[in-house]
Each structure stands twice: as structure tokens, then as C-alpha cells.
């Protein structure tokens, strides 16, 4: 039997993962998400992604995030009516990312071909996908929660573990079987002597976040893990000075008498923000001013979070269950829904809180609050999670004076801040303590995915300080034969 895996993104960059294990010829795919980055190349790349996606046996979708689903429709379009299996709440999650996109791509037609026509131009854009092809991916999703195996082909395995990254995340553990001719044999000698296992972590989260688990310590000991390295060079600070960043940041605004507009992603970080800022509230370290979630997104995704209580942590099943207390929600807190309510807000005086997504102002509401607010010296834009090169936000972290949204060109005069400790991504050293804890009994190769050169460098170095030796960075398209 011969094993092999490759990359078709997320290979040496952070945005559109797709991996593929073959057996013998037989491809299963995890994860089948869209880049993101400068607009143009990021669309040459979703739009020039080529596989026989007719010859997939089935898709593993490790979480809802758009890097990691959203061309699930693509393949839909082109002929793969196989099973994709998630947990339950990615599932719901993905369902309502991947009709979002295909909102988007409307949208962006409908702009561009008014565009092309007051030029006089042809218009020969198309979107990737459809609502029609989202609801045929969304009737391909098979439901299995934690800890439950399941045979997904007869001789592949799959089990899913908390990942603690959003909600519903989850590493995907893959055991492939009879590699000596024995199938599904009950007892082919030593436990575990006949197969292969494969632990791809897609996003791992971090330790004692707030609404979700920790990532899981307890998985089956891997032959091989595929693992993220999106902060492979970078620390994050603690919460508590996260929290104390937050505070000193509303205090600036409300001293300016401006506007914080956070760009952010609709899933989990939206939630988790607004977790922080109401213990600052009842802290009493922040007054309640203002606070607008403005993403129909996120307003959808906080619904998904009510009905999915197993993925919570402890204190959150605690605030919910015995003493039905909602911590995405407070008096202060107002969630707008339609277009009318988001314009309503370019109105409005400081200071107050804007949250909207793109996480990485790529798309989205966001987009017009930047346009409207970023030139203006009084208000703060603040980062609190990763921004991908070539990014409209990385642009705007990275100190660029004018930059372009929409098409047109603002001058950045608002204040620009970061707190990185929000990000929902376990760094350099958090991840390394995660895999200090698993059992590494049968541990032979790790592969890097998921980052930037630089930090993936980086990483393997310091994981070779601590140990561990066989670390291989994931090149695009490069096969590596692991039986």
C-alpha cells in the first residue's frame, strides 16, 4: 500500500489550505479553502485551482473559516458529489461562510460590470460559485462530533478532536488500515501494528480562551502531524494585558472623541470581543459606551453559538446552563442587521465601538467603515487578529500613509493600533507545549503548513532546539511518500 500527501495551498502562506492524502491513487482531501490576499492574484489563484474533483473519495473540513471552506462549492461545481464531514457546529458555521462569499462575489460582479460599463469595456468577470452551489455542498455535509470514529472509507478512519481554535474546529485524526493486505482486521497483531496515522491540527487554538475548550492533549499517538505555523515566529502577550491594551485603547478613544473600528472576524473573534469587553464592563474599567456588531455574519454566527453548547468550556456551559446568563449580548451591545443601520452609523458621533467583519479588510462592511473613518485623526483602528500579506489590513498595519478601498484612495490618518493576545491561532511556543504533552510514541515526521516562509523558519528551528528533529516545510504541489 503506498501513502502519499501534497498541498495545494497553504503551502508557504497562510490562506487557502487544501491537503490531499493518497492511498494508492485514491485522493481524500482536508480542507478545500480560498486564498485571500491582493485581490487580483488571490483571485487568479482560486479561479486557476485544479483538481479531478469528480476522483475524490471525500473531503475532512477541519473548521468554518473562509481560508478553509470556501471553494468547497468550486469543487461542487466541478463534479465531486462525495461526503464532506465536519463536526456539527462547523457544519452550521461553514454553511453560513460560504453563502457569504457567494453574497460577496455577486455583489463584486454586479459593481464591476457597472464599472466596466460607464468605461465602456467588456465585462468578463464571473463569481467562483453560487448560492445554488452552496446549498449542493451544504447537502454533501456529514455530521460527526467529537471523539466519535468513523470509517469514511473501508479502510480510512477518522476521528475528530477539539482544536480550541473556533468554535466547532477540530484536528482531524486519520488512520489508514491493512497496510499488510488485513482491512478492517479486528486484532492484526499489536494494537495500531497495520495502520498509519495521520493528525492534521488545521487552526489550533489556545489555551484558557474564553466560550470554547482547549485544544485536545488526548489524541491517538500520530505517525505524522500536519501542523499549522501561522505565528511560527511571533508571541502573543498575555490576556491580562490584552485586557489592560482593550481598556487603555477605549480610554484613548473616548479622550479623542472618536471611533474604534476593529476589523474582525465574524466567527469567534467577533464573540470573543465581546466577552472582553463586557468583563471590562461590569468591571467598571470601561463605561458603557456604544458598542455595535456590524455583520450580518456575525449576527448569524452568534445564533450558531446559542444552539451549540458542546463545544463550551466549563465557565461558559456554567453562565448558559445554571444561571442563563448570555455573555454575547449586554445592555450597551447593539447588533445592526441591515444597510440602512450600518450607513446609520457614519452619522453617529464618537466615541464608540465598531466591530465589522473582513478580519483582514479584504471584504465586507468593514470596508465602508474604514472609507469613512480612517482618515479622520480622531478615530483608532485596531487589529486584533492576523492579517495575511498583500492584505488591506496588513497594509494598514504596516504604516502605508495612503491606501486604496474601493477603488479609491484615503489618506490614513486615524490612529492604528494592535493587540495580538485576541488572536485565535496558538503561537510559537503554545504550540510547541502542545505537542510536548501529546503522545509521541509513534511520532516520525512533522510538516509544517500554514505560514509564511520567515516564520515557518523560524519555527523549525526553535522545535529542533526543543527536540524536534524531523520537521519538514510543505512545498506547493510537492508529493512526500510516507509508505
Not at 485522493?27 to 479531478?52: H, L, Y
Not at 520567515?454 to 528533529?469: M, P, V
Amino acid at each position: 500500500m503506498g501513502i502519499s500527501l501534497y498541498s495545494l495551498g497553504a503551502a508557504e502562506e497562510v490562506t487557502g489550505s487544501k491537503h490531499i492524502f493518497e492511498i494508492d491513487g485514491r485522493p481524500f482531501m482536508i480542507d478545500c479553502g480560498a486564498f485571500q490576499g491582493k485581490r487580483k492574484s488571490a483571485d487568479e489563484k482560486n479561479r486557476n485551482f485544479t483538481i479531478a474533483a469528480d476522483k475524490l473519495e471525500s473531503v475532512i473540513l477541519t473548521h468554518g473559516h473562509l481560508d478553509h471552506c470556501g471553494l468547497l462549492p468550486v469543487l461542487a461545481r466541478k463534479g465531486f458529489r462525495g461526503n464532506i464531514y465536519a463536526t456539527p457546529a462547523t457544519r452550521d458555521i461553514a454553511c453560513i461562510v460560504m453563502m457569504d462569499s457567494a453574497n460577496i462575489q455577486a455583489r463584486d460582479a454586479e459593481f464591476l460590470r457597472k464599472q466596466a460599463q460607464k468605461k465602456g469595456e467588456k465585462f468578463d468577470w464571473r463569481p467562483l460559485f453560487t448560492e445554488k452551489d452552496c446549498l449542493t455542498t451544504a447537502s454533501q455535509i456529514v455530521s460527526v462530533s467529537y471523539n466519535r470514529k468513523m470509517y469514511i472509507a473501508p479502510d480510512v478512519e477518522l476521528e475528530f478532536f477539539d482544536a480550541g481554535h473556533i468554535l466547532g474546529s477540530a484536528f482531524a485524526n486519520i488512520t489508514i488500515k491493512g497496510l499488510h493486505g488485513k482491512i478492517n482486521a479486528p486484532h492484526p497483531g499489536k494494537a495500531g501494528e497495520n495502520e498509519v496515522r495521520i493528525l492534521y491540527t488545521g487552526d489550533m487554538g489556545r489555551r484558557n480562551q474564553p466560550i470554547i475548550r482547549d485544544p485536545a492533549t488526548n489524541v491517538p499517538a500520530p505517525d505524522y502531524i500536519y501542523l499549522e505555523s501561522t505565528y511560527g515566529s511571533r508571541k502573543h502577550g498575555e490576556k491580562e494585558f490584552a485586557m489592560n491594551e482593550l481598556e487603555r485603547v477605549v480610554h484613548d478613544a473616548i479622550n479623542r472623541k472618536g471611533k474604534i473600528i476593529i476589523p474582525s472576524f465574524a466567527i469567534e473573534r467577533a464573540q470573543e470581543l465581546v466577552f472582553y469587553l463586557h468583563l471590562l464592563v461590569d468591571a467598571k474599567r470601561i463605561p458603557a459606551l456604544p458598542i455595535y456588531v456590524d455583520s450580518p455574519m456575525a449576527v448569524n454566527a452568534t445564533s450558531v453559538f446559542k444552539v451549540h453548547p458542546e463545544c463550551y468550556d466549563d465557565q461558559t456551559n456554567e453562565a448558559f446552563i445554571q444561571h442563563h446568563k448570555n455573555p454575547f449580548g449586554f445592555n450597551s451591545l447593539t447588533f445592526t442587521d441591515s444597510v440602512d443601520e450600518s450607513k446609520s452609523l457614519n452619522k453617529k458621533p464618537g466615541p464608540m465601538i465598531i466591530i465589522s467583519a473582513d478580519g483582514m479588510c479584504e471584504a465586507g462592511r468593514v470596508l465602508h467603515h474604514l472609507a469613512n473613518n480612517i482618515s479622520d485623526e480622531r478615530n483608532i483602528i485596531l487589529a486584533v487578529g492576523y492579517m495575511a500579506e498583500n492584505t488591506l489590513g496588513r497594509r494598514i498595519l504596516d504604516g502605508e500613509k495612503e491606501v486604496k478601498i474601493m477603488n479609491n484612495l484615503y489618506k490614513v490618518k486615524a490612529k492604528v493600533e494592535q493587540i495580538d493576545a485576541f488572536s485565535a491561532h496558538a503561537d510559537y511556543t503554545e504550540m510547541t507545549s502542545w505537542l510536548d504533552t501529546i503522545d509521541k510514541s509513534r511520532l516520525k515526521q512533522i510538516f509544517l503548513v500554514h505560514g509564511e516562509p520567515d516564520s515557518q523558519a523560524f519555527f523549525k528551528k526553535y522545535l529542533a532546539e526543543h527536540g524536534y528533529n524531523d520537521v519538514t516545510t510543505v512545498k506547493y504541489g510537492e508529493t512526500y511518500d510516507i509508505q
